[in-house]
């Protein structure tokens, strides 16, 4: 498949984040992991795809996620979030918050369901994204930007509700294969000055995990140790209250299928999905699909309940999404027709509404949660 030619701007810019992954390779022997040079390609301060001024998100960007697809995502899980609030608590914390898309639709529903946060913090990695949604958030709730915080590493506790959408898959992942007796794990070498994959014998946390798997010879598939520390940090942060993390994956029967025996991983670039991870490092985004099971498993060890797990579909449904499309009358064609084409994307089995799933962790509460009223998963983990 033919990619889109960047500028020679964002080519120069390419070449800056490979030189700089290139001097870290060399640096450490020749090798580092494939997590290391997710963390490198995405994150690397001023150069990483989401750390520099990349437009990432949205039509002009690489890939648009539910919160930029259409507002009912948001005025749908505003339900879930005031449901939640009510049951005794008054702030809200959104990990990975992009474009700050999702907290401008929470907020101003929530204003207008009663339920404004308190504080409404954002836990994000991305300096170049903390402005963007001070951006957003400036111009759609003036008036509540006194009550957003930006933090970029976890508080030291927290209690209220959590959200995460689309960000454990934005986590460093390992990679490992199966080659015979042997358990391999991908890094990354330079080979003519070019980066490509470097297989060596698995040891430490990445050999621990794919053992545990069983996988079959040939199987190659990506483990993210990353995003299950991450949800073991809140769990340790978590005081009281309940977390939703909403992306793709499946739990470990399905994500170990023999399907997927070339792993999970995946870059977007201007709207092309694809499977190369070394095309144009800082300009593309890398990402792999959630293993539902080990993010609960996580969650599990560090004394969280998982409350509900539900696909996309299914949460949006249980919280009303129906009754928050009948606000826009069926006649008036201009206004409804573009919003059913927008729940056709986040709900069908074909788009968006089968693949992505809701897993919600909780402590010291014990409300049943309206998004898992009906078709709760949690059995499949
Ligand atoms: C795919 S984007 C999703 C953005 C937004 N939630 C949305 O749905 O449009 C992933 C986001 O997660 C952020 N991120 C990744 N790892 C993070 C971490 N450990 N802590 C906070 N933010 C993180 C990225 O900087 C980026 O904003």
Redesign the pocket.
Known sequence: MALPEPTPEARAHSNRVAEHIRGEIAASGGWISFARYMELA??APGLGY??AGAR??GKAGD?V????ISPLYGLTLARQVKQALEAGFEDVL??????G??AATLLEELERAGNVPRNYLI????AD?RERSRDTLAATVPHLLERVAWL?RLPPVFSGVVL????L???PAHVVRVQGEKLEEGGVGVRNDRLGWSWRLASGGPLAAARTLKLPEGYRTEIQL?AQG?IRSLSGVLEKGVAFFVDYGFPQKEYYHPQRKDGTLMCHYRHHAHADPFFLPGLQ?I?SHVDFSAIAGAAHEGGLEVAGYASQAQFLVNCGITEVMSRTPAEDGAKFLPLANQADRLMSPAEMGELFKVIAFARGFSRPLLGFGEGDRRSAL
């Open positions: 995405l994150y989401y750390s990432k998100l890939f996620t539910a919160p930029e959104e990990v990975g918050a992009g474009s898309a999702l836990l994000e990695l991305s994204l970029n995460g959408n689309e960000v898959d934005a986590m990353a991450f985004d990402t």
